[in-house]
């Protein structure tokens, strides 16, 4: 959710950039989309749709490390675009924590007792998947790479219980980075402008 | 429901080949970073 705003915020200010300098604001042509509506299907039964949640609870790990690994190739095939480096070492960052801790974005006990402040009641226990999300709750010690794990908390006065990563950072700079890249009068969008560009 | 055909019809009609674009464009970004990124948000548990 926290990663959408920056998708709302790189809109607006792309869009205002495109008014301001009387420009048409132009989306980029992606290649190879449809591993994106893949890789998010497959994470959408994984972690967020309920009836399939249950399935998939044993293989979410597997579930996840596949779609990342499609979501890889669509960043590599798109990296023509230069937002799509700082996507793709987002991506990489996660996907690499990710692959050394078992499949599941690492977060340590300390950062879960602030998103669930109190005792634990066996709602979370260490060295298993945190609820239903994508983190298992590793401490420090047995954290391989513990700088990429869910480390960064929002401040208290935002009331949303959220961990993330440098990678979920570089990913948002990415995501903001491109859509106010799409109101700019670039050699790209001129070439779409054009219509040179005509792969999608 | 017949009106509310008509008024996709007439919405579709309005919506030109560029804003189709964007619109694929934004979900599609949408869609990929959703499923890059890691954040673990425990949705409200044990508050």
């Not at chain 1, 634990?120 to 298992?136: A, F, H, P, Q, Y």
């Not at chain 1, 208290?156 to 995501?175: E, K, Q």
Request: overall charge positive; hydrophobic content about 55%.
């Amino acid at each position: 959710m926290i990663l959408l705003v920056a998708i709302v915020l790189g809109l607006a200010a792309g869009l205002a950039r495109a008014w301001k300098g009387k420009r048409p604001y132009q989306p980029y042509n992606l290649k190879y989309p449809w591993f994106v509506v893949i890789g998010f299907v497959m994470q959408f039964l994984a972690f967020n749709y309920r009836p399939t949640q249950v399935f998939f609870s044993r293989w979410a790990s597997v579930a996840l490390v596949c779609s990342q690994i499609l979501l890889i190739t669509f960043a590599l095939v798109n990296l023509k675009k230069f937002p799509f480096w700082a996507l793709g070492l987002g991506l990489l960052s996660n996907f690499i924590v990710i692959i050394l801790n078992g499949g599941l974005m690492p977060i340590q006990p300390e950062v879960v007792q602030k998103l669930i402040p109190g005792p634990s009641n066996g709602l979370w226990v260490v060295g298993e998947r945190l609820l239903s999300t994508k983190d298992i709750v590793l401490p420090l010690n047995a954290t391989r790479l513990w700088f990429l794990d869910d480390r960064f908390i929002l401040p208290a006065w935002f009331n949303y219980p959220v961990a993330f990563s440098i990678g979920d950072v570089l990913i948002a700079i990415g995501a903001f980075w491109l859509l106010w890249n799409m109101g700019g009068p670039n050699k790209e969008q001129k070439e779409i402008s054009n219509g040179k560009d005509v792969e999608i | 429901m017949k009106t509310l055909t008509n008024e996709l019809i007439v919405l579709s009609s309005k919506m030109t080949d560029q804003k189709v674009r964007l619109v694929f464009f934004v979900f599609t970004l949408a869609m990929f970073v959703l499923a890059a990124g890691a954040p673990g948000n425990t949705g409200g548990a044990g508050h």
